[in-house]
């Protein structure tokens, strides 16, 4: 029989509370077994630090990329606007070359389109998505830059032209003739007395009786009385062709053969004719053909 080790636990007042027996082998068994429980927790206690590391990175890594997506997003939207307002101009670029009769510009280069996907991206490549959506970005700005160099070169040519060609842009009708709400736009339309289809010559602005009626151009007075189903009427001859008028009025404030200039009142506006509430009837005609004054007004 081998050697024996006792393991005595006693309490405070020396009283035995429990004893264990260990032979020799029994007490290497033991150690063995602590041994191998702590070399196991030396190696399994760091791969599970290295685990939750790795997690807690993960997470932060989404939560940069939706940040990141979010701010690209942002941008996004913001070069689309800088877009719209580039097509803006664009529109305003091609009014003043219509009245300055200048050539019209060819598309030198197309705006780019394009612009984020609504709603979450769930697809599993996101970090790729991410990397797409700054390219078509970088793709967009480079072509903005390009449009914007290639404009500023035609607005200067526009400014050119416009400094030799002033006396005839003053007798061109690009204002608002009236302050108020428009109602009706000029072409086609469903006719208020005869409810059938009729050509609509010009544009309706409703407003308040009394309200000033302007000038929209430089140009002399020729119709300032009752005319025809216009009631109270204002003819103006603007030259090369051009000529505007304004129906409906309550009062006529100039004479014929007077000279008007942009801006000057030559009546109020009222319900006169053939007429169904107070508004301005407004026609722009060149030659003898009437056109959409809208061609003409810079809004």
Same mark, same amino acid.
């Given at each position: 029989?081998?050697?024996?080790?006792?393991?005595?636990?006693?309490?405070?007042?020396?009283?035995?509370?429990?004893?264990?027996?260990?032979?020799?082998?029994?007490?290497?068994?033991?150690?063995?077994?602590?041994?191998?429980?702590?070399?196991?927790?030396?190696?399994?206690?760091?791969?599970?630090?290295?685990?939750?590391?790795?997690?807690?990175?993960?997470?932060? &890594?989404?939560?940069? =990329?939706?940040?990141?997506?979010?701010? +690209?997003?942002?941008?996004?939207?913001? /070069?689309? $606007? %800088? #877009?719209?307002?580039?097509?803006?101009?664009?529109?305003?670029?091609?009014?003043?070359?219509?009245?300055?009769?200048?050539?019209?510009?060819?598309?030198?280069?197309?705006?780019?389109?394009?612009?984020?996907?609504?709603?979450?991206?769930? &697809?599993?490549?996101? =970090?790729?998505?991410?990397?797409?959506? +700054?390219?078509?970005?970088?793709?967009? /700005?480079? $072509? %903005? #830059?390009?449009?914007?160099?290639?404009?500023?070169?035609?607005?200067?040519?526009?400014?050119?032209?416009?400094?030799?060609?002033?006396?005839?842009?003053?007798?061109?009708?690009?204002?608002?003739?009236?302050?108020?709400?428009?109602?009706?736009?000029?072409?086609?339309?469903?006719?208020?007395?005869?409810?059938?289809?009729?050509?609509?010559?010009?544009?309706?602005?409703?407003?308040?009786?009394?309200?000033?009626?302007?000038?929209?151009?430089?140009?002399?007075?020729?119709?300032?009385?009752?005319?025809?189903?216009?009631?109270?009427?204002?003819?103006?001859?603007?030259?090369?062709?051009?000529?505007?008028?304004?129906?409906?009025?309550?009062?006529?404030?100039?004479?014929?053969?007077?000279?008007?200039?942009?801006?000057?009142?030559?009546?109020?506006?009222?319900?006169?004719?053939?007429?169904?509430?107070?508004?301005?009837?407004?026609?722009?005609?060149?030659?003898?053909?009437?056109?959409?004054?809208?061609?003409?007004?810079?809004?």
């Amino acid at each position: 029989m081998g050697k024996e080790f006792r393991i005595v636990c006693l309490d405070d007042a020396g009283r035995r509370l429990f004893g264990l027996n260990l032979s020799r082998r029994g007490l290497s068994a033991v150690t063995l077994a602590g041994a191998l429980l702590l070399a196991s927790l030396a190696v399994l206690l760091p791969l599970s630090l290295a685990r939750q590391h790795e997690v807690n990175s993960l997470a932060q &890594n989404r939560r940069d =990329i939706s940040d990141q997506r979010k701010r +690209i997003y942002a941008a996004s939207y913001q /070069l689309k $606007s %800088l #877009e719209n307002g580039f097509s803006d101009i664009a529109e305003f670029d091609a009014k003043l070359r219509v009245m300055l009769s200048l050539e019209e510009r060819p598309e030198i280069l197309p705006m780019a389109q394009g612009g984020p996907v609504s709603g979450p991206y769930r &697809n599993p490549f996101q =970090i790729l998505y991410t990397h797409t959506l +700054i390219r078509d970005m970088r793709e967009r /700005l480079d $072509s %903005l #830059e390009i449009s914007m160099l290639l404009e500023e070169a035609a607005q200067q040519d526009l400014f050119h032209a416009a400094a030799a060609q002033q006396e005839r842009l003053a007798r061109i009708p690009v204002i608002w003739p009236t302050r108020g709400r428009f109602t009706s736009r000029f072409g086609y339309r469903i006719g208020p007395f005869t409810n059938k289809t009729r050509f609509h010559k010009g544009i309706d602005i409703t407003a308040a009786t009394g309200t000033p009626v302007k000038a929209t151009a430089q140009g002399r007075v020729v119709l300032a009385e009752w005319f025809s189903t216009y009631g109270m009427c204002v003819d103006i001859d603007h030259g090369d062709g051009i000529h505007t008028r304004y129906g409906h009025l309550s009062k006529i404030t100039v004479h014929p053969g007077q000279m008007v200039y942009r801006g000057d009142v030559v009546g109020l506006v009222g319900s006169t004719g053939r007429s169904v509430a107070p508004h301005l009837h407004y026609e722009v005609h060149l030659g003898n053909n009437p056109v959409n004054p809208l061609n003409y007004i810079l809004r």
